[in-house]
């Protein structure tokens, strides 16, 4: 009987040039599509980040040029009482944003999943908040929350007394995380229910088959399936909410008495009405490392995923 030998060819030495070459022949095109990605992200990315850094240690002066000016920036950052504040109003920020909204996407892209009809109607009237302008969304929650708008209207006809949601110091910040949680849940939806619809179909089944209901199939197979995905929209969510000052401004300028002053909106306010350049870049440095860290701690926490 004819032995047939079998001679594995050295990747190395494939059609005489070495591998990696050979790959780069062969990918060339596909690389070539990705430098202007790669252009971009440097120059609208990394650039200023590094330029952010250099001008952090330096007194910027359009007109008599910037001068060096060491640590002086971060310093006067650092005692400025307005940072203390505002890092109090972040974090307060953040903390309703995680008890009021971060859970609102997780539930309606249960229950969406869980319907039998009328669901590509609930997804697109969940989305529609979302792609609403902003200028639209401002005006039309500022006339909600108008002391003779819609919703007091509705909580003078239940016996409740008018409510200030934009004046008083103690509803100004609450006012402003149901806002956004109303505009912003739609798109975290849709990458949850996403991952809903991914989960086998034979486990909910089965679990049918053996009695569970329907609180039991979310305990035991859609929030255990969602576990990593609800820790990665938890850092993001984080990253995002420390961030976060546009509605703050547009609405009530980090007023009243400072309650809705966020560090972000504290940056903008030190570079375009201060117009000390120098001390808002320290701030936003000092602001980088923080949710670069937690970007890290996210990796590592999630490295089997990647």
Request: charged share 15%; proline share 4%.
């Amino acid at each position: 009987m004819n032995q047939t030998a079998v001679v594995t060819e050295n990747p190395a030495t494939l059609k005489g040039t070495p591998y990696k070459q050979n790959r780069w022949k062969k990918n060339f095109w596909g690389y070539m599509f990705l430098v202007p990605a790669v252009i971009i992200f440097i120059m609208f990315l990394w650039v200023p980040i590094f330029k952010g850094l250099l001008y952090s240690f330096y007194h910027v002066d359009f007109v008599k040029g910037n001068s060096f000016a060491g640590f002086e920036n971060y310093s006067r950052a650092l005692s400025d009482p307005d940072v203390l504040t505002a890092l109090k109003n972040t974090g307060y920020y953040m903390f309703l944003c995680l008890i009021i909204g971060f859970w609102v996407p997780i539930a309606f892209a249960i229950m969406i999943s869980e319907l039998r009809k009328f669901g590509g109607f609930v997804r697109v009237a969940a989305y529609l908040p979302f792609v609403m302008p902003g200028v639209v969304l401002y005006g039309l929650w500022r006339w909600l929350y108008d002391p003779v708008g819609p919703i007091n209207a509705l909580l003078g006809t239940m016996g409740v007394d008018q409510v200030a949601f934009l004046t008083d110091t103690r509803w100004s910040m609450i006012s402003l995380v149901f806002m956004e949680t109303w505009q912003q849940f739609g798109s975290g939806m849709l990458i949850y229910l996403a991952a809903v619809l991914s989960i086998p179909r034979d486990w909910y089944e089965a679990a049918e088959i053996d009695g569970a209901g329907i609180w039991a199939r979310i305990k035991y197979i859609t929030l255990p399936s969602l576990r990593n995905l609800i820790f990665l929209m938890l850092i993001l969510q984080i990253i995002g909410t420390s961030q976060g000052y546009q509605s703050q401004m547009a609405l009530l300028d980090g007023g009243p008495n400072n309650t809705t002053l966020t560090y972000a909106l504290l940056i903008v306010k030190y570079a375009f009405t201060r117009l000390d350049y120098g001390t808002a870049t320290a701030l936003g440095m000092l602001m980088f490392i923080v949710l670069g860290g937690l970007g890290i701690l996210q990796f590592k926490l999630n490295k089997e995923d990647y």
